[in-house]
């Protein structure tokens, strides 16, 4: 939330007037509507909270240090100052306006990186007709790269780190530590671990273990933070890396909600990195959701779920059979397959996976 407290504005012994609406809700407010969410989209991109900061700024000087076009941009700005982001003054000059000032990268709430990555997720959607039409990734199409390559590249979003994705809650990580026995092994890997939530459940539970956090290197801060928070930092090890490109020894490896992200041909590279890490008697776990073998009309959520990892990630939800397809061409079996129940958190499943004979 970026809403401050709102006083009490009225008079004493007078009528009572209507509380002035902050800065901070009528950002929030903008953030429901779909084109001042747009305008808030178009000022976080263009970095005009850090360009505006100080003083006065015609149309031209800001069309100039944006390499932008004047007229259109000018439209723009106006529409941006008619919904409180910009100030207009009577000779034309713009201000920021304490709404716009919300957008710095050093506010509290960083809004500007969450409305960048909504909107063009959002944005990708516009893509769905051509995939139908020639299999290219929704998000390939519209922005020419991969949704983690070209978040990875934004500023605003990247230096968010994990705060950007819920990621996994205590209870649930607790969970898949305690459906699965790692008591067997003395090393496991959190793939795609992200803030290490899991990772940290499963060392909790077993103090014997030491594990890795595999993930991109900005979000080792949130990890090394998490890890320290369940006071088991001194067996964590934050390795910022590529899983595509090596994957550490190990006797187990954690992937939870990893695979939905890619197609069969990348998820299937993934495995085999953790097939090739693997050390003898290992195993390899997935959480994710398993669709059924049918659609059926009312129950479409998994369904629809696969449409959003089509549309944003270019990745999919699987069936049983398509999971044992996917491990099978990563030399892997399917050992065991079985429900993982956390409160709210239903319809996932753990997918344990062994080397294949040869």
Request: aromatic share 6%; with cysteine; charged share 25%.
């Amino acid at each position: 939330m970026v809403a401050e407290q709102v006083g009490d504005n009225s008079r004493a012994g007078g009528p009572a007037t209507e509380p002035v609406e902050t800065a901070g809700r009528q950002l929030e407010r903008h953030l429901t509507s779909r084109i001042p969410r747009h305008l808030v989209y178009l000022a976080a991109k263009l970095g005009l909270a850090e360009l505006m900061t100080e003083g006065e700024w015609s149309v031209d000087e800001v069309a100039a240090a944006l390499g932008a076009h004047s007229d259109t941009l000018r439209r723009v700005l106006r529409a941006m100052a008619s919904i409180g982001l910009l100030a207009e003054g009577a000779d034309g000059v713009l201000t920021l306006g304490e709404a716009g000032r919300l957008l710095r990268r050093d506010a509290s709430e960083p809004v500007a990186g969450r409305v960048i990555k909504s909107v063009e997720l959002e944005m990708a959607w516009g893509g769905l007709l051509n995939a139908v039409m020639t299999g290219e990734p929704p998000f390939e199409h519209v922005f020419g790269e991969r949704p983690f390559a070209h978040f990875a590249r934004d500023p605003l979003v990247a230096a968010l780190g994990a705060r950007l994705n819920p990621g996994t809650s205590w209870e649930v990580a607790q969970a898949i530590a305690a459906t699965y026995d790692f008591s067997r092994f003395e090393s496991v890997v959190d793939v795609g671990g992200g803030d290490g939530t899991v990772l940290a459940a499963i060392l909790d539970r077993n103090p014997h273990l030491h594990g890795t956090v595999l993930d991109q290197p900005h979000l080792m801060f949130d990890a090394q933070r998490v890890a320290s928070h369940y006071g088991v930092e001194d067996r964590v090890r934050l390795l910022g890396g590529d899983f595509f490109e090596a994957v550490p020894a190990a006797d187990a490896y954690v992937l939870k909600t990893i695979l939905h992200d890619w197609d069969d041909d990348r998820a299937s590279q993934i495995l085999r990195r953790c097939r090739l890490g693997m050390r003898t008697g290992g195993r390899i776990l997935v959480v994710e959701v398993m669709l059924p073998e049918r659609a059926v009309a009312g129950d479409g959520g998994g369904f629809l779920g696969d449409m959003m990892m089509l549309v944003e990630t270019g990745g999919r939800e699987r069936t049983e059979r398509e999971f044992r397809e996917l491990f099978a061409a990563a030399g892997l079996a399917v050992i065991d397959v079985r429900a993982l129940q956390a409160g709210h958190y239903t319809g996932r499943y753990l997918i344990e996976g062994v080397a294949a004979a040869d």
